[in-house]
């Protein structure tokens, strides 16, 4: 499966943004869909998560009450609406797949994923 994430850009804090990734090739519908995200000279960190079936949802802590994700599988798409932005969450933000059925128990990582798609930056002015 291919992703295409979008939506990205510069915005003040305590603005808001939508993210969206495509996906194609395949159907999103069975794969766990989730955000990730790269500030400039750390490592790649767990944003969000959204289950292939049922709705289930994990969030980094950081972001926990800001941030939403949600999948349209007729559109082949999930999002990544952030509400109550800061500085801090400035990085490239990747959406990615995974295939893997496991969920409860599951400390989400990059390695958690099987597909990545190229990042949007996200940039929160002060």
């Known amino acids: 499966v291919q992703l295409q994430a979008s939506g990205g850009g510069l915005v003040q804090a305590g603005g808001s943004l939508r993210l969206s990734c495509v996906a194609s090739?395949?159907?999103?519908?069975?794969?766990?869909m989730g955000w990730f995200r790269q500030a400039p000279g750390k490592e790649r960190e767990f944003v969000a998560v959204?289950?292939?079936?049922?709705?289930?949802?994990v969030y980094a802590d950081s972001v926990k009450g800001r941030f939403t994700i949600s999948r349209d599988n007729a559109k082949n798409t999930v999002y990544l609406q952030m509400n109550s932005l800061k500085p801090e969450d400035t990085a490239v933000y990747f959406c990615?797949?995974?295939?893997?059925?496991?969920?409860?128990?599951?400390?989400?990582?990059?390695?958690?994923?099987?597909?990545w798609g190229k990042g949007t930056l996200v940039t929160v002015s002060s």
């Open positions: 090739g395949r159907t999103i519908s069975s794969y766990h």
């Open positions: 959204r289950s292939w079936i049922g709705g289930s949802t």
């Open positions: 990615a797949a995974t295939a893997t059925r496991s969920w409860y128990g599951t400390r989400w990582s990059p390695g958690s994923m099987d597909y």
